[in-house]
C-alpha cells in the first residue's frame, strides 16, 4: 500500500514549516531588538535632556524649562519648596526610575545648584520603533516565503526524476517491457550521479526479473508436459497390472507403485501451482468438497488394512469452492496419510462444516515444541521413517496460504491430533 502522500508534497510542507519557524524567529528576534531599542533610545533621550536642562539653569535659573505633552522638567534650587514638583516625584532618590503610569521613566539629577526632575512618556520614539519592527518583520516573513518557495521549487526539480522513476516502477510489469524505461541521461542536469545509479540498478533488476520470469515460465511450461507424461504411463502401467492375476506380493507391490505415481502427482501439482507468480491465473473449476472427501478416503482405507482404526465420514451437507481441482485433494490427501502413520488405534473422522474441513485422529499426538515445528520444511517427527522428507505439510500450508485459507494443527501428546482446513472466503455457486 502506497503512503498517501508523495515525495514532492512532503518536500512541501517540509519547506512550509521551515519558512514558519524561520518566521516566528524572526519576529521574536525583531521584538526583542525593538525593546532593547526603545530601551536605548530612551535613556539616550533623558541623558540629553538632562544635560539640556542643566544648561538651561547655568544660562537662567528662573527661565521655564521644557514643558510637554512627552516631557516635563522640574528644577528646584538648593534650599527651596519644591511644591510646584508633583508629590510622586519629590521623594525619589537621585538616579533613574521606572514609573507605572505613562510617564514610563523619571530621572532626578541633583548637583550643587539643586534638583533637576525630568519624566518622559516616549511615545513617538515608541510608535516609530513599533512600526520599523513591523516593517522589518513584514519585510523578513516575505523574503523568507520567497526563499522557501525558490528551494522548494529547486528540490522539487532536483528529486523529479526520482518521482519519475517511482511511477515507472508502479507500473512496470515483467512481460510488458525489458526494463528500458528506468534508463535515464547522465547529461540532464536533473540527473545527478545518485539518480542515474539507482536507474541503472533498477534496470538491471528488472532485466533478471524479467528473465527470471521467462525461466520459471519455460520450467513450470516444460516440467508439466515432461513430468506428467511418464507418471502418466507409470499410472496407467500400474492400472493394467492390477486389473491382471497377481499373488498377494505383486500386488502389493503394484499398489506401492500406483499410490507413489499418484503422490508424485499431486506433488507436482503442488510444486508447478506454487512456481507460479501470484498474479498468474491459475486454472480454476467448481469443486464439490464432499466428492474429494470421498475420494480420498477410499484411497486412504488400505493403509489401515492392519490396524484397528475406523475411517470415518461426517459430511451431512455439500461445499461448493472455486479452486483447481486437485488442490483440495492434495492437502486432504497428506492430512490423511499422517493421520493414518500416526493413529495405531481408535478412529480418524473426516468432517465438513460450512466453511472448514477438519480431520481428527486418536493418535499420538504432539507436544509444543513438536507443534511449533511441524510446517517446517524437512522436520519428521519419526525420523525413523526414511520414506518420509517432512515436505508434506510445509507444502500443504502453502498451498493454503496461495488461495488464501488457513490450515492450522491442534494436538495433544497421546489424545490426538485435529487438523482445520479454513476456507476464507468460503464462496457457493
Not at 191 to 203: G, I, M, Q, R, S
Request: glycine share 6%; hydrophobic share 45%.
Amino acid at each position: 500500500m502506497l503512503p498517501s502522500e508523495n515525495l514532492s508534497g512532503k518536500l512541501r510542507w517540509v519547506f512550509i514549516r521551515q519558512a514558519l519557524v524561520a518566521s516566528l524567529l524572526f519576529v521574536a528576534g525583531i521584538a526583542l531588538t525593538s525593546l532593547v531599542l526603545q530601551d536605548a533610545l530612551l535613556k539616550q533621550r533623558v541623558q540629553l535632556e538632562v544635560d539640556h536642562a542643566w544648561d538651561m539653569v547655568a544660562r537662567n535659573a528662573d527661565k521655564p524649562l521644557p514643558h510637554g505633552a512627552e516631557l516635563e522638567t522640574y528644577f528646584v534650587p538648593v534650599g527651596k519648596s519644591a511644591a510646584h514638583v508633583p508629590a510622586e516625584l519629590r521623594a525619589l532618590s537621585p538616579g533613574t526610575h521606572r514609573m507605572a503610569s505613562p510617564w514610563r521613566q523619571v530621572y532626578v539629577s541633583e548637583r550643587a545648584a539643586g534638583r533637576v526632575y525630568i519624566r518622559i512618556a516616549p511615545g513617538t520614539s515608541d510608535r516609530l520603533v513599533l512600526w520599523l519592527s513591523l516593517l522589518c518583520s513584514v519585510v523578513s516573513i516575505i523574503g523568507i516565503a520567497i526563499l522557501s518557495w525558490l528551494g522548494y521549487r529547486r528540490s522539487r526539480r532536483v528529486v523529479a526524476p526520482v518521482t519519475q522513476l517511482a511511477q515507472v516502477a508502479r507500473h512496470w510489469q515483467p512481460d510488458a517491457s525489458r526494463g528500458s524505461a528506468f534508463r535515464m541521461s547522465a547529461g540532464t542536469s536533473a540527473n545527478t550521479p545518485e539518480v542515474v545509479c539507482l536507474a541503472e540498478a533498477l534496470d538491471g533488476m528488472a532485466a533478471r526479473v524479467a528473465s527470471y520470469v521467462e525461466r520459471e515460465r519455460n520450467f513450470t511450461r516444460d516440467a508439466s508436459h515432461e513430468l506428467r507424461t511418464p507418471l502418466t504411463v507409470i499410472a496407467v502401467a500400474a492400472d493394467l497390472l492390477a486389473a491382471g492375476q497377481l499373488d498377494a506380493r505383486s500386488r502389493k507391490s503394484v499398489e506401492r507403485i500406483r499410490a507413489a505415481s499418484r503422490g508424485m502427482g499431486e506433488l507436482l501439482d503442488a510444486l508447478l501451482i506454487l512456481a507460479r507468480h501470484p498474479d498468474e491465473p491459475v486454472e480454476k473449476d467448481w469443486v464439490d468438497v464432499r466428492d474429494i472427501i470421498h475420494e480420498e478416503v477410499a484411497l486412504a482405507r488400505p493403509c489401515l488394512a492392519d490396524k484397528p482404526v475406523a475411517l470415518q465420514i461426517d459430511a451431512p451437507c455439500g461445499l461448493q469452492l472455486e479452486a483447481p481441482p486437485r488442490v483440495i485433494a492434495t492437502i486432504l490427501s497428506q492430512l490423511l496419510r499422517n493421520a493414518c502413520r500416526f493413529t495405531r488405534q481408535g478412529y480418524i473422522e473426516v468432517s465438513l462444516r460450512a466453511d472448514a474441513l477438519h480431520v481428527r485422529d486418536t493418535g499420538i499426538g504432539m507436544d509444543a515444541d513438536a507443534l511449533a515445528r511441524v510446517f517446517d520444511p524437512f522436520w519428521r517427527a519419526d525420523i525413523s521413517d526414511h520414506t518420509v522428507k517432512g515436505m508434506g505439510l510445509t507444502l500443504s500450508r502453502r498451498l493454503a496460504e496461495h488461495f488464501g485459507w488457513q490450515l492450522v494443527l491442534d494436538s495433544q501428546p497421546g489424545e490426538g491430533t485435529v487438523a482445520s482446513l479454513y476456507f476464507h472466503p468460503c464462496v457457493n455457486p
